[in-house]
Each structure stands twice: as structure tokens, then as C-alpha cells.
């Protein structure tokens, strides 16, 4: 799996850093919210979770469960299993795990089997690609989101990002749509 060097941010400014990678993302999402340290009750207890995501599609309610690994090791297997754990007791449709130091193989195969995301978030300037050999500087002309998230989704890696959801709603297989003009409309 890619991985990138680990961003060093605190472990809030973490969490809030996922939240704005998903928040652009909801934009075009009915009844979308979400809440950085959400309190929900299960079957089997009270869960703290570090992003919870609710919307409606489909005429239902979907609820995201988003934990975040802010460690410097790649996240281990077992970190998966109890997200998976997390879904069962919360009913939860879908899991996501943010890492700032990628996955280990075990971890990745368990995700991949029960339908768990796995993103590693770094920075930006990651989403540059230059064709070029004579430098590896940056021009100051891209404009590109502090942070990025990489979704690893099969065999491919999709970029989520606070500026642009298309990357995120078309990785989860929804229609996507022309935030332009949703703002356009509005104003009329």
C-alpha cells in the first residue's frame, strides 16, 4: 500500500482535519451532518466516536462511523475488528478508519472483507504529479487543500479532500453533482 510520511498534527486537529474531508463531501448530501466526538448507545453500551456521519439516500438513514488512529505505528488489525464491533452494536452502515501512518497487511484484509474504508490522510502537495525530472518543487499556481485523505479502495487509491467531495461520493458509488449550480439555485 502507498504510504506518506506522517503529518504532524495534534490528535484534535486530527479529528477536525477528517471532519473537513468528510464535511466536503456532504455538501451534496441530503439531511447530511456530522459530529466530532459524537456520543451514541448501542445494544451492548455507550461508544465515543471520534466522527459520526448521518444522511438520508435512498429514502434511509445512513449513519458513518469514523474513528481516527493518530499514531506514529501503521494501524494493526485488531484497531479494525473493534470499529467492526462498533458497527454491529451501533447498527452503523458503514466504517471508516483515518490513520496518519497507513495499515498493516492483516488490518487492510480484514477492511476489505467486511466493507471497512481505510484512508491515510497527508498532506496536499501529495496530489502533485509532475511529469518532470528538473524539479520537485511545487508551483505556486496549484490550489490545493492543506490536507488530503488517500482512500484505498480495492486496488485503487481514491483522494478525498475538504475542497472537492466528486473524489468521495464517486469512490461510494453516488451520483455525482454540480455543487455550482446547487449554489447558483439557491441564490435565485
Known sequence: MLTFDPISLS??????AVKAILDGTG??????KSEH??????????Y????AVTFTALNGDFLVLVECKHE?????????????AKLQSLGAQKGTI???AGFQEGAVQFAELHGIALVQIAKGETTYFSRSRETDQIPAWPDMPQYVGWWRHGKYLRVLSACNGDYTREAL?????DTQSLTDESVT
Open 48 to 51: 465515543v466516536i471520534d466522527v
Open 27 to 32: 455538501v451534496a448530501l441530503k439531511d447530511y
Open 11 to 16: 490528535p484534535a486537529e486530527f479529528e477536525k
Open 98 to 100: 483515518f490513520s496518519t
Open 173 to 177: 458509488g453516488l451520483r455525482i453533482i
Open 72 to 84: 506514529k505505528r501503521r494501524t494493526e488489525r485488531h484497531d479494525v475488528q473493534i470499529l467492526y
Open 37 to 46: 466526538l459524537a456520543s451514541l448507545t448501542g445494544v451492548d453500551g455507550d
